[in-house]
């Protein structure tokens, strides 16, 4: 991998993230890259900034947690560039490596971090995107901040979508009907609807009792939120799946559409989402040649203790 150009981008608000993203810019700069630093987080978007500029890095290096690197995700995914993060002043961080594995590897001047990316001593991993647009009734989608092939209007997100009630002063549950490719599933009476990429798949949807599915599955599930009806159960549909998701019922009863867990939009009565599989897949760097997917299960959910505290059996 190259380095001429390199952009960071640290976690809005973290301390931590901001003196990390100066050592790295420091080495980097040191090795003749052309760095460019940002900040961003819930009221930093530095993206169309950045974008504005026809020269796209070679590499992106994200300081965060997981909502950092989901919001690099849907704006750099379409343009292919490589997405390298760690936690860093972010919370559980899934997504990303170590923070103790950076301090690690930028001692010595980084030679241990900016060596391996330029001797591609890493693995890249195509992460599935997943698109939404909103049909207002006239078949033109006209909510997004990102452009299809088609050029119409769309949100991107990595991890999932989920439509959930609007109103905060009223009962928190809503009615929504699922049609994938023009069939008619049926109707969800409950908290809302999750459809979640792989990636997504251990976020919101895993925590709404949905399965896990491994990051080279491309598959999309769609997973109810606290259902009334015990027989609403998740399912797995395929990638090329279309699927669209409406209110039904009480036309007072708006619902919100939330992209990685930020607002997208609000569905009126009459409105459709559709949701399906994006044009492009996010690239994420994993330092590892052959990264271990359940490794990283047993790590970051403490399965049986983590095999990282106790031995696994000799079975």
């Known amino acids: ?8 981008i640290c976690r809005s608000g973290s301390q931590s993230a901001e ?17 460019v630093t940002a900040s961003s987080g819930l009221y930093a978007n530095p993206y169309p900034g950045l974008l504005a500029d026809d020269r796209l890095p070679d590499l992106v290096l994200v300081l965060g947690g997981d909502g950092t690197v989901l919001s690099a995700a849907r ?11 760690f936690n860093v002043g972010g919370h559980l961080g899934f997504l990303t490596h170590e923070s103790m594995l950076l301090e690690h590897l930028l001692r010595e001047r980084g030679e241990g971090l900016w060596r391996r990316l330029e001797n591609h001593h890493y693995a890249l991993e195509r992460r599935l995107m997943l698109q939404a647009a909103i049909d207002r009734g006239d078949g033109v989608p006209d909510s997004g901040d990102h452009r299809d092939k088609q050029g119409q209007l769309c949100h991107l997100a990595l991890n999932d979508f989920y439509l959930r009630p609007a109103q ?21 009476q409950g908290d809302g609807l999750i459809v979640a990429s792989p990636t ?30 015990l027989s609403s159960r ?22 919100k559409l939330w992209k990685d867990g930020a607002l997208a939009s609000e ?3 009459g409105d459709r989402c559709i949701v399906e599989q994006a044009d492009h897949h996010a690239l994420l760097v994993a330092l590892e040649q052959q990264p271990s997917y359940f490794r990283n299960l047993t790590r970051k959910l403490h399965w049986a203790g983590s095999l990282t505290d106790a031995m696994p059996s000799q079975n």
């Open 234 to 255: 998740p399912v797995v549909v395929p990638p090329r799946s279309v699927l669209a998701i409406w209110p039904v019922g009480d036309a007072s009863r708006r619902v």
């Open 19 to 35: 003196r990390a993203a100066v050592r790295c810019a420091e080495q980097l700069k040191g090795r003749g890259s052309d760095v």
């Open 75 to 85: 704006y750099l995914s379409a343009l292919d560039v490589p997405i390298l993060s």
């Open 168 to 188: 905060e002063e009223a009962s928190p549950t809503c009615r929504l009907e699922l049609e994938i490719d023009g069939e008619v599933v049926g109707q969800y």
């Open 267 to 269: 569905l009126q009565p």
């Open 200 to 229: 997504g798949s251990t976020g919101y949807a895993m925590a709404a009792g949905g399965p896990i599915l491994h990051p080279a599955i491309d598959a999309i599930v769609v997973n109810p939120i606290c259902p009334m009806s």
């Open 1 to 8: 991998m190259k380095l001429e150009r390199v952009w960071i």
